[in-house]
Nanobody
Framework: QVQLVESGGGLVQPGGSLRLSCAASGTIFSNNVMGWYRQAPGKQRELVAAITNGGSTNYADSVKGRFTISRDNAKNTVYLQMNSLRPEDTAVCYC??????????????WGQGTQVTVSS
C-alpha cells in the first residue's frame, strides 16, 4: 500500500514562496495521477494542481501562473512550488495519488496534510 508524506508547509509572508514535497512509499504504478488539494477553514477541499505520470498538468484558476507542480518519478515524489503567495492561499494542503492497478481495481491515497499559512 502507498503512504504519502507531505513536507514543506509553514508560515510565509505575502509575496513569499514555499515548496511542498510529497514522498510516496510503497508500490507506485505507472498509470497514475498525483496532485495537491487544499482546504481552507470553513471551505470545501479543492484541487490546486495535478500531474499525470506522463507530465500533463492541471491547475486551479486561482493559482495559475503562481504555482508549479512537478514530479520526480525516480524518487516517487511530487512537488508544488508556490510563488507570490497570498493570504487566501492559507489552507491545509493534502497530497493525493490515484491510479489503476488492474482493469477492476484502483487506488486513491491521501497524505496527512501540511499547513500553509500566508500572513504578515
Amino acid at each position: 500500500q502507498v503512504q504519502l508524506v507531505e513536507s514543506g508547509g509553514g508560515l510565509v509572508q505575502p509575496g513569499g514562496s514555499l515548496r511542498l514535497s510529497c514522498a510516496a512509499s510503497g508500490t507506485i504504478f505507472s498509470n497514475n495521477v498525483m496532485g495537491w488539494y487544499r482546504q481552507a477553514p470553513g471551505k470545501q477541499r479543492e484541487l490546486v494542481a495535478a500531474i499525470t505520470n506522463g507530465g500533463s498538468t492541471n491547475y486551479a484558476d486561482s493559482v495559475k501562473g503562481r504555482f508549479t507542480i512537478s514530479r520526480d518519478n525516480a524518487k516517487n515524489t511530487v512537488y508544488l512550488q508556490m510563488n507570490s503567495l497570498r493570504p487566501e492561499d492559507t489552507a491545509v494542503c493534502y497530497c493525493n495519488a490515484r491510479g489503476i492497478i488492474t482493469s477492476y481495481a484502483s487506488y486513491d491515497y491521501w497524505g496527512q496534510g501540511t499547513q500553509v499559512t500566508v500572513s504578515s
